[in-house]
């Protein structure tokens, strides 16, 4: 179930850098949720284009 208002505290997260949407298998990585990356990623692509 993902929480809406949970959205935006991931893109703050992945803005940061201290997570990852995606995880790319190096040790110790912080990321989103699966159920929270599409969300979190179109949440994001609406930043850069506003």
């Known amino acids: 179930?993902?929480?809406p208002y949970m959205i935006p505290v991931y893109a703050v997260l992945v803005k940061s850098g201290g997570w990852v949407i995606e995880p790319t298998?190096?040790?110790g990585e912080k990321v989103v949720p699966?159920?929270?990356r599409?969300?979190?990623a179109e949440y994001l692509a609406a930043q850069e284009a506003a």
């Open 25 to 27: 298998g190096a040790a």
């Open 38 to 40: 599409i969300p979190v």
């Open 34 to 36: 699966e159920a929270y």
């Open 1 to 3: 179930m993902v929480k």
